[in-house]
Each structure stands twice: as C-alpha cells, then as structure tokens.
C-alpha cells in the first residue's frame, strides 16, 4: 500500500471491479498527487471508463478503496463524491444539444447553486449570470453564446464541456477521451487549448491518442486487462517495450 502524503489527492488501493464473470478492474492501484496530470492509457476494454466509474461512484467497487482527498469515499454516492469536489467529463457529449451555449452554461451554473438561501433571489440570479459569463470567457465562446449547442464543431463542444466542469472549481477533474471523434488537427487545437484553460488543476484524463497524452501527461498509467500494466513519464512510457508491444502494437 502506497502511503497517502500531503499532496496525495487520489488513492485507488487494491481496486477490483467484476461484472458478473468479467474481471474488468484487477486489483489496481494508483495515486494522484494534487496538480497532476496523469493519463490513464491502455487498449479497447482495458477498464479505462469503469476505472473512472469506480472513482466517481458510478459503480461499486467489488473489493479494495478509493480514497479521496484522505477520506474514504468508497460507499459514497456519486452526489456526495461529487460535492466533495470531483467533477468529469462524458465518452460521449453530455451538452444539451437544443439549446444554446449560454443557456447550457447557465443550467449547468444554477443547477449547483441550489443550496443557496431561496429569499434572496435578486442577488443569487446576479451570482448565477456572473458565474455563467466567467465560463464564457474561460472557453472562449463569448462570440457564440447565442449559437445552439449542436452548431458547434464538435472540438468547441468539448471544450464547453470542459468548461462546465471546471465551473464547479473541482479539485480533482477526470476527462474521459476529450478528443474521440475529433480530427488529428481538431485534437491538436483541443490540445492547445486545454493546456491555457487547466494551468494547475489535478486532472485524470483517460485518451486513445497517444500524441495528446505525450502533449499533456505528467505522468501515464497504462491499463492492460483491468490491470495497471506500468506507469512512468511520457518518456519511459514512450520506451516501454512492453507497452509498445500491448498498446501501440509494436
Ligand atoms: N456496465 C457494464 N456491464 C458489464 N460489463 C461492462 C460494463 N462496463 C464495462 N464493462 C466491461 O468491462 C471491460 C472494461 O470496459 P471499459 O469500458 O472500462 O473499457 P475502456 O478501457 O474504457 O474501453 P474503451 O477504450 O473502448 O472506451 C470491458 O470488457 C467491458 O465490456
Ligand atoms: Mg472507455
């Protein structure tokens, strides 16, 4: 067992996950260190998504714990997780597509403010429009705020996403493959772009593309058949005989 330390905001200890005969997490572990950001790499089916499923209490674990923040947060709900500061982003858009940037923005914002006092209302619509207009500006949609969600190339649409879920000001952000469906040049401007907008935020990213994770990654896990296979820097990874001949077929 890895020692939890100060900077430790993650700890994923001895995790399994099966789903009836299917053993798709194995015993993994990994620790997250505040500030971070580490790719979760590894094939089709690797465990990538139930690994974040498992994180964010989507799924129960069906042994081991999940620590956050120094806490235990295995049993929680995905709510009570959530509003301890853990925020994520879907494989597959999660934005409202009939509406309008703005309008998402804005029912993303209100929807969390609803544990504010209810009698004053004035200042907590003016709260609610401030909020939604600092996330306009952090995705740099301003120009678009009038255009309805599925008019967006979809790389602005994950961007939004981003957006959204950095509005809520997570301690720890897990991105599930921002740039599928995306092409090399689309990934790329993603890539530039989430690098100015997530200076200094803790964030997992789980991605197919190996040229956005070497762009990005501090530090890459490699997942194999629910297992941690190897972990390191993007260098050693890039080397990794092992991985080469798992992941990137080599
Ligand atoms: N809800 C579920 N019920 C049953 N099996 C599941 C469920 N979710 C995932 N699995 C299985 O668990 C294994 C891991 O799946 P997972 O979606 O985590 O992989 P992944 O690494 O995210 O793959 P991809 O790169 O294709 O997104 C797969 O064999 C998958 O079929
Ligand atoms: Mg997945």
Partial sequence: MTAATV?????????????????????????VKKGELRALI????AGKTTMLNLI????PVSKGQIRFKNQDVTRLSPDKISHRGL?????????????????????AVQSRKKFLNPFIKASRWQDVREKTEA?????????????IC???????????????????EPD??????????????????????????????????????????MQL????????????????TPETIKENEEVKKVYLGQ
Avoid: C
Wanted: hydrophobic share 45%.
């Fill in 217 to 232: 990654a501090d530090y890459i896990s490699v997942l194999h058949y629910g297992e941690i296979l190897v972990e390191g």
């Fill in 56 to 59: 964010t209490g989507i799924y």
């Fill in 135 to 147: 996330l306009l500006e952090l995705t740099g949609l301003q120009d678009k705020a009038d255009w």
């Fill in 172 to 213: 720890l952000l897990l991105l599930d493959e921002p740039t599928a469906g995306l092409s090399t040049q689309e990934s790329m401007a993603l890539v530039m772009k989430m690098r100015t907008m997530l200076t200094g935020q803790t964030i997992i990213l789980v991605e197919h593309d190996m040229g956005v994770v």
């Fill in 42 to 45: 590894g094939p089709n089916g």
């Fill in 7 to 31: 900077e430790t905001i993650l700890q994923v200890l001895e995790v399994s996950k099966s789903f009836g005969g299917l053993l798709a997490i194995n015993r993994a572990n990994l620790t």
């Fill in 87 to 107: 925020a994520r982003t879907m494989q597959i858009t999660s934005l409202f597509a009939g509406l309008t940037v703005y309008e998402n923005i804005w029912a």
């Fill in 150 to 168: 599925s008019s967006l190339s979809y790389g602005e649409q994950r961007i939004l996403e981003m957006g959204i879920a950095l509005g809520t």
